[in-house]
């Protein structure tokens, strides 16, 4: 009954199941004490030396025996847990129990022992129930779980997850799960087959690894304790990419504008495309798709990075603008186009460009204005402002540029030229485009100007005079004349000639020629300043045009006097035409009455100088005298008067030479003798020049056969001399005779003076110094020319006179 007391104390109240326990325990309690053996139960984890059974009590042993006899405990295993308190009796415990280490899977642990009393050898059964105490909280294995699950995961799919354990017994054990952390996730618990339960994770809704990338979840194991423990695991669900999405561009299409001369290698522009997927899905590569091969060469799409960069250097004029599709693609198979436009804007990079299409290199100076020289194009590659050109002629050219069509251009002449003042040009053709800064360019058409013959030869003066000293060698040079012409070439090369003309009846030529080149005039002849004073010519100048053009000019060669005459003594006669042959000696008789006043004219000296100016101004002098101081000569008049009344004692007979002297340089003279005979009356007159002859004839000599020689001399010749005219005369009247029978056509000889048809000396001689008189008349001086009609009535008078006297 105290063992059932125990029992009741140790199970403690309760309802009708206690009731039906203690029963339970009743029947037990009997059946074991029939067999001698003790039951006792202890909690767990008691400390050392807890009260277990009175050991001694349920023996029914007298403390006295048991501390006498000795009592023992044996355990079956090597740890001895439980003691025998010796004075008490009571079986305490030895050691910390551990329900949980002692029995790990037992459903009841239980430990026997057996007690030996030594006294009286006999051995009790004890067996001790170590009951369970809350003492462990449910645990995971690992409290970091890792699941990994596809984003593709359908709803509803489930995952085992790993057990918690709880090494408690009974409802100290796990009793229950929960999850939280997530919606994404719920958890399912399945009973195993041993009763024990199994927690899964349960995917409640899609995942999506671009939203959510990770999940944290935390699952917590509860047992039935009373407080109840519980364990917890975390859960990291890494949600793995699927490739669910398309790589995107960041623009369906990219618009870039770049200059033409951005440099090779730079970046135009970089596409961008992302893609939400991981790993490999999300790893973008570019690639050009649908690609001109032209545009393949310029431009270059990295792969990696999108970067579109230049591959050779753009030109506007080439393309305007180009377009592009590219592609991104991830890892699997998905992509993304999106178009690239380029659009290339326009530098001012090309200078503008003139080709000389067709060109004159010559041109001829009467060409008409107006008159196409060249035809150019101009092009610029540029377009906008940058490829208009503008088209100028550089510097003041008779030419202008006119717009043909579209982008050519003609060069005309302005006006007509003149190869006389420009002979080449050199025409800049200029071109500048409307860019800023402008770009020209430039051509030089070289255009030669040919020659026309449009000048004639032009003399360098106006007119041309020489003089030149008669007597000159026939050949001597007179001048040049010179005439240029400003054409050029045969055109230009001028040639002269000497103009038609006559001079004295002789065609010029005979004077004169010019030399057709150089343009010396040169004298044929010697001149004869006493034939021709002057020479008035033209000479022509004619250049080689076709056809040929001439230019004249007058040349006056004035002829200057030499002094080649001496002078002429007219009266007195001379000597020779009284056929005495003295040379330049002159004599005559001259009558002077012996009342003569003074100053009374005796006789005048006349003489002539075919010479002209100072050579022909004559000049008298009284160089030998009978009477020194009885006569004087007039200096210019030659006139000889009485200086003094002729004086009784003074010859009759006076003899004069007087000295005609020009006044050239040297001088040359010539003298003429007087002889004066001085008389009182007439018949004195007469018997002085009886004796007179004589004495003129031989003067100093005797009188005898020279004077009869020379009478008779004169004589013969003054008879030859009245033959000769008879026979003129008979000339004359034949040809009168003649000319009267011939037609008037032939009347050119009858201008021809009559002198010119008598070639004999004699004759000559006397018809030459009447007709020098007669042609002289007007040349000569004043007084000579007062003189003139006297002194040709005095002479004739005086030599018929003279004749008498002699004969
Ligand atoms: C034209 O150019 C040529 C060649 O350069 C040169 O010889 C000539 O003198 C120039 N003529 C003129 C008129 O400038
Ligand atoms: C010289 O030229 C003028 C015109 O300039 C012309 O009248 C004249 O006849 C020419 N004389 C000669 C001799 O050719």
Not at 220 to 240: M, N, Y
Not at 420 to 428: A, C, G, K, L
Request: with cysteine.
């Amino acid at each position: 009954p105290e063992r059932q007391r125990h029992r009741q104390q140790q199970l403690g109240p309760g309802g009708g199941r206690a009731l039906l326990a203690l029963l339970w325990a009743v029947l037990l309690a009997a059946w074991e004490a029939a067999w001698g053996q003790l039951r006792y139960s202890v909690p767990e984890e008691m400390p050392k030396g807890s009260f277990v059974g009175d050991v001694a009590k349920d023996l029914g042993l007298q403390l006295l025996e048991l501390s006498d006899r000795g009592v023992r405990v044996v355990s079956q295993g090597r740890t001895q847990y439980f003691a025998v308190h010796g004075k008490t009796g009571h079986l305490v415990t030895a050691e910390r129990i551990d329900r949980e280490q002692l029995c790990r899977l037992a459903e009841k642990c239980v430990l026997r022992c057996e007690l030996i009393v030594e006294g009286q050898m006999q051995i009790y059964r004890i067996e001790v129930e170590i009951t369970d105490i809350n003492d462990n909280a449910p645990s995971f294995k690992e409290i970091e779980l890792e699941e990994r699950m596809s984003e593709t995961t359908a709803p509803g799919a489930r995952f085992p997850l790993a057990e918690a354990h709880d090494p408690d017994s009974g409802r100290n054990s796990l009793q229950s799960y929960e999850l939280s952390g997530d919606e994404h996730f719920s958890l399912a618990v399945q009973a195993g087959p041993g009763g024990d339960q199994r927690p899964e994770l349960v995917l409640a809704k899609a995942l999506d690894r671009e939203e959510a990338a990770f999940h944290e979840l935390v699952l917590r194991a509860s047992d039935g304790g009373d407080p109840a423990r519980t364990g917890t695991a975390r859960i990291r669900v890494t949600v793995l990419d699927a490739n669910d999405n398309a790589p995107v561009f960041s623009q369906a299409e990219y618009t870039v504008r770049v200059p033409e001369d951005v440099p090779v290698g730079s970046t135009l522009v970089t596409v961008t495309a992302t893609d939400a997927d991981d790993g490999l899905n999300g790893h973008v590569k570019y690639s050009l798709k649908k690609v001109s091969d032209m545009a393949s060469d310029i431009f270059h799409l990295d792969t990696e990075t999108g970067d579109i960069s230049l591959l050779q250097s753009l030109d506007f004029e080439e393309g305007g603008s180009y377009e592009l599709e590219v592609q991104a693609h991830d890892g699997g198979s998905l992509f993304d186009n999106a178009k690239v436009k380029i659009t290339v804007t326009d530098i001012n990079d090309n200078a503008p460009m003139i080709s000389v299409r067709s060109a004159l290199n010559e041109i001829s100076e009467d060409t008409p204005s107006g008159t196409v020289v060249a035809l150019l194009h101009v092009q610029d590659r540029d377009s906008g402002p940058n490829g208009a050109v503008r088209c100028s002629l550089d510097g003041n050219v008779p030419f202008r540029l006119e717009k043909s069509f579209d982008d050519y251009y003609r060069v005309v002449t302005a006006r007509e030229l003149d190869r006389e003042q420009v002979s080449e040009y050199n025409v800049t053709v200029r071109v500048a485009d409307g860019g800023s800064p402008a770009l020209q360019s430039s051509a030089v058409l070289y255009l030669r100007v040919l020659d026309v013959n449009d000048n004639a030869p032009v003399f360098a003066e106006e007119g041309y005079s020489a003089r030149v000293a008669e007597n000159n060698a026939a050949g001597a040079l007179v001048l040049t004349v010179r005439a240029t012409d400003a054409d050029w070439g045969q055109n230009a090369r001028v040639r002269y000639r000497l103009g038609e003309g006559r001079v004295r009846g002789a065609p010029l030529s005979s004077y004169v020629s010019v030399q057709a080149e150089t343009g010396a005039l040169y004298a044929l002849r010697s001149l004869d300043y006493e034939q021709v004073r002057e020479l008035r010519l033209w000479v022509l100048a004619e250049d080689g045009g076709a056809p040929a053009l001439s230019s004249n000019v007058s040349v006056l060669v004035q002829i200057v006097d030499e002094n080649d005459n001496a002078p002429q003594v007219l009266y007195p006669a001379p000597a020779a035409a009284l056929g005495s042959g003295s040379g330049g000696a002159w004599s005559g008789v001259e009558l002077a009455p012996r009342w003569s006043e003074p100053g009374a004219l005796v006789a005048k000296v006349v003489a002539v100088d075919a010479d002209a100016g100072q050579n022909a101004w004559l000049s008298y002098e009284l160089a030998k005298a009978t009477e020194p101081g009885l006569f004087r000569v007039g200096l210019h008049s030659g006139e000889v008067r009485t200086a003094r009344s002729p004086l009784a004692r003074d010859a009759a007979r006076q003899s004069l030479v007087v000295v005609v002297k020009d006044h050239g340089r040297p001088a040359l003279s010539a003298t003429a003798t007087l002889s004066v005979v001085l008389a009182e009356s007439v018949a004195e007159l007469l018997a002085e020049l009886g004796s007179a002859a004589d004495e003129a004839a031989a003067p100093g000599e005797p009188a005898g056969s020279l004077t009869r020689w020379l009478v008779l001399a004169v004589a013969a010749v003054s008879c030859l001399f009245l033959a000769f005219l008879l026979l003129l005369l008979a000339l004359r009247l034949r040809r009168w005779h003649r000319q009267q029978l011939l037609p008037p056509a032939s009347g050119a000889l009858r201008g021809v003076p009559v002198s010119h048809f008598v070639g004999i000396d004699g004759v000559r001689a006397f018809l030459q110094s009447y007709s020098h008189d007669v042609s002289l008349t007007a040349d000569s001086r004043k007084n000579q020319l007062r003189l003139q009609s006297e002194r040709t009535g005095t002479y004739t008078s005086f030599y018929a006179f003279k004749l008498w006297v002699i004969s």
